[in-house]
């Protein structure tokens, strides 16, 4: 067999491995390239809602009210006072922020983004230990698609003509956007 050959049957192959993988990352890096303007990870929902005012000062007596108010059997996980007139309760995926003078109630409800909260994690490799080794054959794939697919095509579609022009943009894409943009240490 070529090396021709050979290589064309390695990008085939190690590619069609990698579609998987490479839509998760591309879905995942189009969401979190855009977390300035959504949270990629939660829908986040804010509803108002209205109890009878609370009058009690320290914490803990104002926190119990506050629970027996809201009708809620379950303590949350911490309770903050931002202010003299505030109280924020906070549970896993919601938290209650309270005006104790007039009863007014604002709570924040999150959900994780089904499917994309999972891609997202997996993207910044939060599960650790064996999706690190995953994460690194992944990324010897791409270097080696990379690589071989410069020389699946021959002549002048092929690296030796247009490729090169076309391998040359791509390189110079990231380079001249760091010195224009980012700059130098």
């Known amino acids: 067999m070529n090396w021709r050959r050979l290589n064309n049957l390695l990008h085939r192959d190690i590619g069609y491995v990698a579609v998987g993988l490479t839509l998760a990352y591309a879905i995942s890096g ?3 390239n855009h977390k300035a303007d959504w949270n990629p990870n939660y829908r ?15 914490r803990e007596t104002v926190t119990a009210e506050a629970l027996r108010k809201l009708q ?13 007139e505030t109280i924020r309760l906070f549970y896993e995926h919601a938290t209650y922020s309270i005006d104790l003078p007039s009863g007014a109630v604002v709570v924040e409800s999150s959900r994780p983004r089904p499917v994309l909260y999972e891609f997202n ?31 699946v095509l021959k002549g002048r579609h092929g690296i ?16 001249m956007y760091w010195f224009a943009f980012v700059g130098t240490p």
Do not use: C
């Open 160 to 175: 030796s003509g247009r490729g090169a022009w076309l391998v040359g943009a791509g390189v110079l894409v990231p380079v």
């Open 72 to 84: 809620l059997t379950e303590p949350p996980r911490s309770a903050f006072r931002p202010d003299p």
């Open 30 to 32: 189009l969401a979190v």
């Open 121 to 151: 994690q997996l993207h910044l490799n939060t599960p650790k230990g064996a999706w690190t080794i995953i994460a690194d054959a992944y990324a010897v794939a791409l270097i080696v698609l990379s690589l071989t697919g410069m020389f």
């Open 44 to 58: 986040i929902e804010k509803t108002a809602g209205q109890i009878e005012p609370i009058g009690a000062r320290d």
